[in-house]
């Protein structure tokens, strides 16, 4: 069965401390691993798309990497703004993407 | 491009009341999602479409939940009749195979059924 997990599912840092969120997989077929980010009463905003164990993308203090079996979203000097909860999700060969629960970061000043 | 348009943002309802959910897509896109998100269950694909056709409604919790795709620009989900555990929010996603597949979503409906 196609399976999602994440974690922590909570994470506090405080502004310049950084950290890494994981994010481990199993999947029939992957067809990309996905990283979004979710404000409070919004939708989920696409960050990056990884395709192959060893790629790795970067976004600002953001940075995605991937293996076979997990991904990691690190984050570098974090700061407020970076406040949010980040979703990974992995498209299977049935066409459709398996979330997992998220990681609620919290970065205080 | 305005990105994935749902409406409306919040809706508050009565038990046995039927509730109609709009997704406009964006423009180009052929595929369409729609998904339900909870602390419970987290997010969840209900149903979605390719080129207006739906592929797998397998996540459509039960009978009560129908959707449909009359045309390229414009999906609803509708619930009939409604129940208080309907509660949740409701999104709709679009993606395009010339964008291998990335899926952006809409800002989401907030149901509650009393």
């Known amino acids: 069965e196609d399976q999602v997990t994440q974690s922590p599912e909570a994470l506090r840092l405080q502004e310049g401390e950084s950290s890494s969120l994981n994010c481990s997989y199993t999947?029939?077929?992957?067809?990309?691993l996905f990283w979004y980010r979710q404000d409070p009463g919004k939708g989920p905003e696409f960050l990056f798309t990884?395709?192959?164990a060893g790629e790795e993308k970067e976004k600002e203090r953001l940075k995605a990497t991937l293996t076979k079996k997990e991904s990691f979203l690190h984050i570098t000097a974090p700061k407020p703004e970076d406040s949010a909860t980040y979703l990974c999700?992995?498209?299977?060969?049935?066409?459709?993407?398996?979330f997992g629960q998220g990681t609620t970061l919290q970065v205080k000043p | 491009d305005a990105g994935v348009i749902q409406s409306p943002r919040h809706e508050v309802t009565e038990m046995g009341q039927e509730v109609t959910l709009r997704c406009k897509p964006i423009?180009?896109?052929?595929?369409l999602f729609w998904y339900r998100q909870t602390m419970m269950r987290g997010l969840e694909l209900l149903i979605y479409?390719?080129?207006?056709?739906?592929?797998?409604d397998s996540g459509m919790p039960e009978d009560r939940f129908s959707a449909k795709m009359p045309n390229a620009s414009f999906s609803t989900l509708k619930i009939q009749p409604s129940e208080p555990r309907d509660s949740a929010v409701y999104f709709c996603?679009?993606?395009?195979?010339?964008?291998?597949?990335?899926?952006?979503f809409g800002a989401g409906t907030r149901l509650s059924v009393l």
């Open positions: 996603a679009s993606s395009s195979q010339g964008l291998r597949n990335i899926q952006y």
């Open positions: 999947v029939s077929g992957l067809r990309g």
């Open positions: 990884l395709y192959s």
């Open positions: 999700a992995v498209g299977s060969n049935t066409g459709k993407l398996i």
């Open positions: 423009s180009g896109h052929n595929s």
């Open positions: 479409f390719n080129n207006n056709v739906p592929i797998d």
